[in-house]
């Protein structure tokens, strides 16, 4: 597949809080790859990134709330292994060092040369392509089924667990992880406690604990439908926008 093929199936996260190059480069982003999501600062592009998990984030280094660096940073924290192209009007060792610490891919001046840009990506990009292609070879053929069944049964579970079944639920299985995706989860006592904006870090908590201590149920369940044993190892609460996202990664065995 032609590299510039393989960038229109990428997602991407640019984080730019300069208006006018945000609008401009965001325009040239969207007639090469699958998808742009936009923010403009760097807490806003952090809290982007647990809903949309994209496959390349461009940031400006120098940024209000929070600067590229940092986001980088604490996604890497969490596990996000995005490729990261970092754009700066500073050419400072310092800030490249630090930028090389958090794992960047590429670091580029501004104003920034777009065709140096797209390079840049489409060699991500295709790491990106060739690293999932080796994944899926180990996929089930049936993935459709499986992600289906997986589905139905998660719904059903939780709402035996917890009362309240889910609006939506939607499942990826992709190379080494699976990801099930929950929308409008919250029971009646959950949203009772919302009435109080600083239950919102208890509601998360509960959530957390509660995903934590039924892993092994979850587990069992996706072992049981797709012949893959896996683990638990991410869990992510947006309370706000009453959405759960709990990551599984295969356990392969040494």
Known sequence: METSEILKKMKVLYVEDDEEAREELTDVLKRRVGRVIVADNGRQGLELYDDFLPDIIIADFYMPEMDGIEMLSRIREKGGDSAA??????NDVDIILS???????????????????LDAMEEQARMIYDRKKMSDAT????????????????????KTMTGKGPRNVSVFVNGDTVELVATEVLTIFEKNLLDNFQNIAIIKYIRELFFSVKAKEFCDMILRISGREVRLTDIRINVENDRNNLIFTVVRSE
């Open 99 to 117: 930028a090389i610490d958090v794992g960047i891919d590429k670091y580029i001046l501004k104003p920034v040369n777009v065709r140096d840009l």
């Open 139 to 158: 996929l089930p053929e049936n993935r459709k089924k499986v992600e289906d069944d997986i589905k139905k049964e998660f719904a059903a579970m939780l």
């Open 85 to 90: 192209i970092v754009v700066s009007a500073v």
